[in-house]
């Protein structure tokens, strides 16, 4: 039997909220698990939640709301408003069934774990962020809770140093260290090799609001818009050198499980620092999964100078309104995996790139982004802009469903170096968003600092849905710095198979080469 409930909100509430309620009904045919409730979480008055007839709780984040569960059967969604629905839209499509409208309601069958953007009538967002229910929960002699360094877990009070030395001791005993629900108030921290770190449903890790509590690196002078206007910059090579959760010189590293890691960075960010939320450098065999990463103050997830990372069923919700919060950044990197993540950013989703930060440069090699649904305002995957070493090579994109961006494939060759073997296969591109730079693909080489080529791009059984965009722009730059060997093959644009350039509306010039097109 399928329960109904609607949230009952203050008059001052609904018209902060501009007079909207919803309410969401979620019925389960199977097991259905639930995080407990982060204690600052603001609920949502615009959705509520029930599954089986029992609440569950609709949040409320920043330009959002989101409701994240866990679950391995079927569950039936049904979705209604209080006021006149002019247009209900789910993106994507994948794995919904049995979709249907009933006056001011939507109902679907959500088949099984994944991530979906409910829009209704064009301003109001929903993300169901679900996954399969965790069976390997840690337990036993091995398992090391953080309660015993005697940590605050209320969030009241700085724990910065208890926290470092437990991760210190349990990664050199090679044990797991377990956060149990709860708020642990941090500044940066660092993990070693051997970390195994697992955060439970309902366990929030949430950076400091103090901008002193974010040291840079050795000292350096970081790229500060706030107090340092004339010498701010958005280049990766100087822009930041701190960040919340630091995985440095280290091997073995696994932070997992159903809870949250918050830098606060609309606050940090605001006082001038543009701390990441994680940044894994010159590390190897590392492992990100099943966590939320919320709110970092710059780029949420850099991956420098490191081998064998493993990103996988990540929740990354960014601030839309934190310049340069881009989602992951694998820089001067090697064999990277990130799939089956979801991320809202409002700067990039994906960019990969090599910046030099830190002194620490190579070339880019086997990065694969496969199975994500993004959101963004800038570019959703890109190569780029950073391109400082000498070689970019052996990267994939494969079945990633874009929501929505302002550009969709993106090669930018700033700074020198040759892309080649870049594939970017069965992704979709639904919405664009409406800025300036609004294309479909945009592929270019500038002359920053250094020259570069790109070569051998497949792009392949990709479409580009009408709402996105029928622009493209693919420009080299000189007779020696060109772009060549380009093969669309099962290309849609508008539902219309792409055969020439002027099917992608792209503009080109003379130093843009061996364009080929099948179908």
């Known amino acids: 039997m399928r329960a109904k409930r609607t949230l009952k909100v203050l008059p001052v509430l609904c018209i902060l909220m501009a007079l909207c309620v919803v ?10 698990d639930f995080p407990p409730v982060e204690k600052t979480a603001v609920k949502s008055a615009v959705f509520t939640v029930a599954v089986d007839g029992r609440a569950a709780f609709t949040q409320h984040f920043k330009d959002i709301h989101y409701v994240n569960f866990d679950h391995n059967e079927r569950v039936q969604i049904s979705i209604a408003s209080n006021e006149p629905v002019t247009d209900w839209q789910i993106s994507p499509k994948t794995d919904i069934s049995n979709e249907r409208r009933s006056g001011n309601e939507l109902h679907f069958d959500l088949n099984k774990p994944g991530y979906h953007v ?49 991760l210190d001791e349990t990664a050199k005993a090679r044990k797991i260290l377990y956060f149990p629900t709860g708020m642990y108030k941090t500044g940066s921290i660092k993990l070693s090799t051997n970390a195994n770190v697992f955060l439970a449903a309902g ?28 010498h701010f910059t958005d280049n990766g090579e100087w822009m930041t050198f701190s960040r919340l959760v630091l995985i440095d010189n280290a091997s073995n590293v696994r932070i997992w499980g159903r809870g949250i890691i918050d830098g606060s960075g609309s606050i940090v960010r605001a006082q001038g620092k543009p701390a990441n939320l994680i940044r894994i450098r010159n590390s190897k065999n590392v492992t990100l999964e099943g966590i939320i990463l919320r709110d970092p103050a710059c780029w949420n997830t850099h991956i420098l100078h490191s081998e064998n990372v493993t990103v996988r069923h990540i929740k990354m919700l960014n601030d839309r309104s934190v310049a340069n919060t881009d989602g992951f950044d694998p820089d001067a990197s090697r064999k990277v995996l990130i799939d089956q993540c979801f991320a809202y950013c409002s700067d990039d989703n994906i960019a990969i790139k090599t910046t030099n930060n830190g ?8 990065i694969t982004v496969s199975n994500c649904v993004f959101i963004t305002k800038k570019s959703a995957l890109k190569v780029g802009t950073e391109t400082k070493g000498a070689s970019m090579r ?25 892309f080649e ?6 992704n979709y591109f639904e919405t664009g968003y409406k800025s300036s730079n609004l294309k479909a693909i945009h592929f270019q080489i500038r002359n920053r600092s250094g020259k570069g080529q790109i070569r051998n791009v497949l792009i392949r059984d990709c479409s580009i849905a009408a709402n996105f965009s029928n622009v493209s722009e693919i420009v080299g730059l000189d007779t020696d710095h060109t772009i060549e060997g380009i093969l669309f093959k099962n290309v849609q644009l508008a539902g219309r198979p792409v055969r020439s350039i002027q099917d992608i509306g792209a503009k080109t010039n003379e130093f843009v080469k061996g364009i080929r097109f099948e179908n």
């Not at 002194?359 to 086997?366: P, S």
């Not at 990267?395 to 040759?418: P, Q």
């Not at 073997?421 to 069965?426: C, D, E, S, T, V």
């Open 118 to 166: 409910i829009t209704l009538n064009n301003k109001y967002r929903l993300f169901i962020l679900t996954g399969r229910i965790l069976s390997n929960t840690p337990k036993g002699k091995g398992v090391v809770s953080i309660m015993d360094y005697g940590v605050d877990s209320t969030g009241q009070s700085l724990s910065t140093a208890a926290i470092q030395k437990a």
């Open 23 to 32: 309410s969401i009904t979620v019925a389960a045919n199977g097991k259905v």
């Open 421 to 426: 073997k870049i594939r970017f296969l069965n």
């Open 203 to 230: 366990a929030l890790i949430k950076g400091s609001e103090n901008r002193n509590d974010y040291p840079s690196d050795d000292g350096k002078k970081e790229s500060d818009h706030l107090n340092d206007k004339e």
């Open 394 to 418: 052996n990267i994939v994109f494969s079945k990633n469903y874009i929501v929505e961006a302002d550009r969709g494939m993106v090669l930018y060759c700033y700074d020198g170096a040759v």
């Open 359 to 366: 002194n620490l440069l190579r070339d880019i090699d086997d």
